[in-house]
């Protein structure tokens, strides 16, 4: 069993920063893949970006060079650096993990999910 806690979301300004964290316990290993996905109201829930199992990253491409995944293995914990936010990035993010994941960028393919932590951004 993995158990995904987010934190780091809130309000702010078009253009700015924000750093979600994602804290993760329970057992992974290298055939996990983990990231972090989307769901704005009355949208589908959408991947943003993923650690794949072999420790390469994906990236949507509506968030490439503006936001960033990274981990600190030491804190067992994932993060999602976003740079430059949209009015449109404004949904609930949510972590996910998954093992023998093939399309990464798919919800369905992942199993574990946390409760999400909600990113408002405004004009």
């Known amino acids: 069993q993995v158990h995904l806690v987010e934190s780091g979301g809130g309000s702010v300004q078009a253009g700015g920063s924000l750093r979600l964290s994602c804290v993760v316990s329970?057992?992974?290993?290298?055939?996990?893949?983990m990231g972090w996905f989307r769901q704005a109201p009355g949208k589908e829930r959408e991947g943003i970006a993923v650690?794949?199992?072999?420790?390469?990253?994906t990236y949507a491409e509506f968030v490439k060079g503006r936001f960033a995944i990274t981990n600190d293995n030491a804190r067992n914990t994932l993060y999602l650096q976003m740079n430059d936010l949209k009015v449109e990035d404004t949904a609930m993010y949510y972590c996910?993990?998954?093992?023998?994941?093939?399309?990464?960028?798919?919800?369905?393919?992942?199993?574990?999910w946390g409760q999400g932590t909600q990113v408002t951004v405004t004009l």
């Open positions: 996910a993990a998954g093992r023998y994941v093939a399309d990464h960028l798919s919800k369905l393919e992942y199993a574990y």
């Open positions: 329970g057992y992974t290993d290298r055939t996990y893949s």
């Open positions: 650690f794949t199992s072999d420790r390469a990253t």
